[in-house]
């Protein structure tokens, strides 16, 4: 019998145990409630459209807008140049003088056949009127008055020819003295004493007036193909180090490609700029093409995808969502935006490390 209760009183202590068991992991077998996701703090800035231009950035060389290339007229030794290079001089002034001798002897010469053909003409002239009157008391055969007025002709024509030679030669001895076209700023001389010079090719010097400048430069055949160059598109010239620009526009755009660099020939037309001269190498930026209703995206909203995609995150009913976008450029700290955001939206700015398509998020600053 007290083995009976023993077995008894166990069993009891048994089942107590089990339900005590079952009582402390009922809480634990029932569904947890869901939590639910912290919102991400986040600063917004409202897609607003602007027009804004895109520009190209390249190098050019400066040059006079009423720049003169002084050119000499006739060939010979160069003797002297009377002139320091980078000063003011006056239209007239002489800069240069070639070798004088063989245009005065060319000169002289002219000049004695000119008297030899004044002589011929006066005797000519002299034989037709003693012709005349013989010929009408019938002295002399009408073919003999004939060949004195052929004669006289001949004389003027030789006259003629010969004064014209002299004119010539004058001019050329004139013209080994070369003098300032124009009033301006002379530049370096490219030819020493003692060197050629030949007419019309050998380039002795520029003389630059007084006021604005030009730019030359090129783009390349890609950039040019995707621009919408005007004549007055805006260009601004970097000089000093980058210290100080001066503004300009277009004025001639090449309409052919230089086949040997792959590049476009443009030129602009400067303001004066105090410090900027001819002959500087400085850096260019021309307006390529105005585009609009495109929008400024700061640069840290935008990210690249694994597909190289570019993506940017809008804030909407409580909830970030992506959106595909397509870029131009940059401009400053911005993005420009040309296609997938719409005006009013709110570009998420922050968090992009964090952040997701669809995650919840809480505008704390929106601008």
């Given at each position: ?11 009891v202590?048994?089942?107590c145990l ?7 992991a009922?809480p634990?077998c ?12 986040v600063?917004t800035v409202?897609?607003t459209?602007?027009d ?5 950035d390249t ?5 006079g807008l ?6 000499a007229?006739?060939?010979g ?8 290079e980078g000063a003011t ?7 240069f003088?070639?070798e004088?001798?063989p245009?005065?002897?060319?000169l002289?010469?002219?000049?004695a056949?000119?008297?030899q053909a ?7 002239t ?6 005349k009157?013989l010929v009408r008391?019938?002295?002399?055969s ?7 007025v052929?004669a006289?002709m ?11 030679k002299?004119?010539?030669a ?14 301006g700023?002379?530049g ?12 019309y090719?050998t380039?002795l010097?520029?003389v ?14 890609t950039?040019f193909?995707k621009a ?9 010239v970097?000089?000093?180090n980058g210290?100080?620009?001066?503004s300009?526009h277009?004025d001639?755009i ?5 086949s040997?660099?792959a ?6 037309s400067?303001d004066?700029?105090?410090g ?21 995206v700061p640069?840290k909203a935008?990210?690249?995808?694994p597909d ?6 809008v ?14 450029h ?13 005006a009013?939206?709110?570009v ?14 809480n ?5």
């Open positions: 019998m007290v083995e009976k209760a023993s077995h008894r009183h166990l069993s202590r048994a089942l089990a339900a005590s068991v079952c009582l402390i009922l634990a029932r569904e947890k409630p869901r939590v639910a996701p912290q919102a991400l703090n600063s409202v897609a459209s602007v804004t231009p895109r520009y190209i190098f050019g060389e400066t040059s009423r720049q003169v290339d002084v050119y007229q006739v060939s030794i160069l003797k002297t140049f009377s002139f320091a001089v006056r239209a007239g002034d002489i800069l003088e070639i004088k001798e245009y005065e002897a060319a002289n010469e002219a000049r056949t000119v008297a004044k002589a011929t003409l006066k005797k000519a002299n034989d037709f009127e003693r012709a009157k008391v019938e002295a002399i009408r073919s003999d008055y004939d060949a004195s052929a006289l001949q004389a003027r024509a030789t006259l003629a020819a010969a004064q014209a002299e004119k010539t004058q001019n050329q001895l004139n013209h080994a003295v070369i003098r300032a076209p124009v009033d700023t002379t370096k001389s490219e030819v020493n004493p003692g060197g050629l010079v030949t007419a090719s380039l010097t520029t630059t007036q007084p006021g604005a400048l030009r730019v030359d430069f090129s783009v390349s055949d950039d193909a919408t160059f005007r004549k007055d598109s805006s260009v601004t970097f000089f000093d210290k100080k620009s001066v300009g277009l001639y090449s309409s052919k490609v230089d040997a660099t590049t476009v020939k443009l030129r602009a400067l004066p700029a105090k900027l001269w001819p002959g500087q190498y400085v850096a260019v930026r021309v307006e390529a093409e105005l585009l609009k209703n495109v929008f400024r640069q935008v990210k690249q995808k190289g995609t570019y993506a940017i995150y804030a909407k009913d409580g909830k970030a969502r992506e959106k595909i976008v397509t870029l131009s940059w401009e400053g700290a911005d993005w420009i935006v040309t296609s997938g955001l719409a009013g939206e709110a998420i700015v922050d968090q992009m490390l964090a952040i997701s398509d669809g995650a919840v998020v505008v704390q600053d929106a601008k």
